[in-house]
């Protein structure tokens, strides 16, 4: 238990659906993130937010919309998904700071069918 | 600009067998450098991290040293358990958010 906790753990979503994930992390910390990852490709980092606000964007489709009220919770809106994007998505947080260690929670394993 | 190489897997050993995964980087600066463990089912831990150059992470007899003068982090570990079988991913951290290796799968028999 890391104290980054996510939901749902697993996701089935028609291409038509809109669904949203939650990360809540449970540290103090002030930045959390959003990464993708694929089967044989690398953690793709996509969101990352500071202090509530927004600093990183790493070309991700509209249909990804992420959405942070507070320092404690992470949300990510999805929308009119392609079957290309089922893939882990993982949440995680640090204290802020350039050397810090990321905390990760267990993922949502999402399908678009 | 920044990256990390890791081995490609999957890496199989039997138990008690010395383990070394590879890891180099590209980066500007002096950047921190991680590595994190996924079990099956779960979301990514740290393994271990050192944050300047000769440093030397370990944890769960694990161990890597920041070289800088060969831009490297190899993951070692003297005797390998089945408990050990995961996927490993090497990190570099040149900011706010790390840029991880592809993950190499390690699996353990006994």
């Known amino acids: 238990e890391t104290g980054v906790t996510q939901t749902p753990r697993h996701l089935v979503m028609g291409m038509t659906n809109k669904k949203s994930l939650k990360c809540e992390q449970h540290?103090?910390?002030?930045?959390m993130y959003w990464y993708k990852q694929s089967a044989k490709k690398p953690l793709e980092l996509m969101f990352v937010?500071?202090?509530?606000?927004?600093?990183e964007n790493n070309s991700v489709p509209s249909r990804f919309s992420p959405e942070c009220p507070n320092s404690s919770h992470l949300f990510l809106h999805l929308h009119t998904l392609q079957p290309e994007d089922s893939a882990l998505y993982l949440c995680?947080?640090?204290?802020?700071?350039?050397?810090?260690?990321?905390?990760f929670g267990p993922g949502t394993r999402l399908t678009v069918l | 600009g920044n990256s990390v190489t890791q081995m490609e897997g999957p890496v199989t050993l039997s138990e008690e067998a010395f383990l070394t995964i590879n890891c180099t980087y590209t980066?500007?600066?002096?950047?921190?450098l991680f590595w994190y463990v996924q079990y099956p089912g779960e979301g990514l831990q740290l393994l271990l991290k050192?944050?300047?150059?000769?440093d030397k992470g370990s944890n769960k007899g694990f161990e890597a040293t920041y070289r800088k003068e060969t831009t490297s982090f190899h993951l070692e570990k003297g005797s390998v358990q089945v408990s050990d079988s995961a996927v490993y991913f090497c990190?570099?951290?040149?900011?706010?958010?790390?840029?991880f290796g592809k993950g190499t799968t390690l699996s353990v028999s006994s």
């Open positions: 540290l103090g910390h002030n930045a």
């Open positions: 937010y500071n202090f509530k606000e927004q600093t």
């Open positions: 990190a570099l951290g040149p900011g706010t958010a790390l840029i």
């Open positions: 050192a944050t300047k150059a000769d």
């Open positions: 980066a500007t600066g002096y950047p921190s």
């Open positions: 995680a947080s640090s204290p802020l700071g350039e050397r810090d260690e990321q905390f």
